[in-house]
């Protein structure tokens, strides 16, 4: 048996369901009535995972953000996981906006993380690893109420457990 268990606590999208949701969203913007003729899409870099949303104007830019994030919500991608960026002009009088993939968690949050795992005074210990947060206790019930004070906490960050050994 092994006398250290460990969870890490990251902060990922899934690229599948990403992708998915902004096929799904394209597809709704094909069939309905209200998106006739107009230019309304949302394009996906893939390389990246960031998306451009371009609309006629910012009331129907308002209408297509609205279903693009159903769409993430029904395919599980968190909407803390997306940052709106401001909304540009484009051409010929349309109107675009980016929306950036926040992934991984950067130093400053992961120190905030750690800080309030130390102040709990839970017998873990809790290590940054790059874009992660690692916690390691000799007992799974200290960690599973680590994991369970994490999830009730709000970082600004769509976070998730994983490897749990």
Do not use: H, W
Not at 36 to 51: A, E, P
Not at 53 to 81: H, M, P, T
Not at 138 to 153: A, F, P, T
């Amino acid at each position: 048996m092994a006398d250290e268990f460990s969870f890490d606590i990251v902060s990922k999208v899934e690229a599948q369901e990403l992708e998915n949701a902004v096929n799904q969203a394209n597809k709704e913007i094909t069939t309905r009535f209200d998106f006739r003729g107009s230019v309304s899409r949302v394009d996906l870099d893939k390389k990246t995972n960031d998306m451009t949303i371009y609309a006629d104007d910012e009331s129907k830019l308002k209408s297509v953000i609205d279903l693009f994030q159903n769409k993430c919500i029904k395919r599980g991608v968190s909407l803390k996981a997306l940052d709106f960026q401001k909304v540009e002009p484009s051409e010929k009088g349309t109107v675009r906006q980016m929306v950036k993939l926040k992934q991984g968690i950067n130093a400053e949050k992961a120190k905030e993380i750690v800080r309030v795992i130390k102040d709990s005074k839970v017998k873990v210990i809790p290590s940054i690893q790059s874009d992660q947060v690692r916690v390691t206790s000799k007992s799974k019930d200290e960690l599973q109420s680590v994991i369970s004070m994490v999830r009730s906490l709000d970082f600004g960050l769509d976070l998730q457990v994983t490897n749990l050994r």
